[in-house]
């Protein structure tokens, strides 16, 4: 069973900065990303990675300014985000799979394993 559970969520004006974090339980992982829900709209994919290391993924919107990383020894996924926009306040979910999947990599149907979410509020 593989447990995600993130952190570092919080309010923070246009232009600002955050640091989510995802405590991880998770052996035999090959994906972890994180995504962002806002109400009235779908679950959408903002960075993801091998776990193995090496490759990341990235939203359109977001390159540039979020970084996504992982540190093995503390099983720990982050998600650094800088120059954040007020449209950009959802809640954050962590996600993990143990399949391959011929789905992009940020797409939420290849990922079978979520957290609770860490509500991120921009203001403008």
């Known amino acids: 069973q593989v447990q995600l559970v993130e952190s570092g969520g919080g309010s923070v004006q246009a232009g600002g900065s955050l640091r989510l974090s995802c405590a991880a339980s998770a052996y035999g992982v090959f994906y972890m990303g994180w995504f962002r829900q806002a109400p009235g709209k779908e679950r959408e994919g903002v960075a993801a990675?091998?776990?193995?290391?090496?490759?990341?993924y990235y939203a359109d919107s977001v390159k540039g300014r979020f970084t996504i990383s992982r540190d093995i020894a503390k099983n720990t996924l982050y998600l650094q985000k800088n120059s954040l926009k007020p449209e950009e306040t959802a809640t954050y979910y962590c996600?993990?799979?143990?399949?391959?999947?011929?789905?992009?990599?940020?797409?939420?149907?290849?990922?079978?394993?979520w957290g609770q979410g860490t509500q991120v509020t921009v203001s403008s």
């Open positions: 996600a993990a799979s143990r399949l391959r999947s011929p789905l992009d990599y940020l797409h939420p149907a290849r990922f079978e394993y």
């Open positions: 990675l091998l776990a193995t290391g090496g490759s990341t």
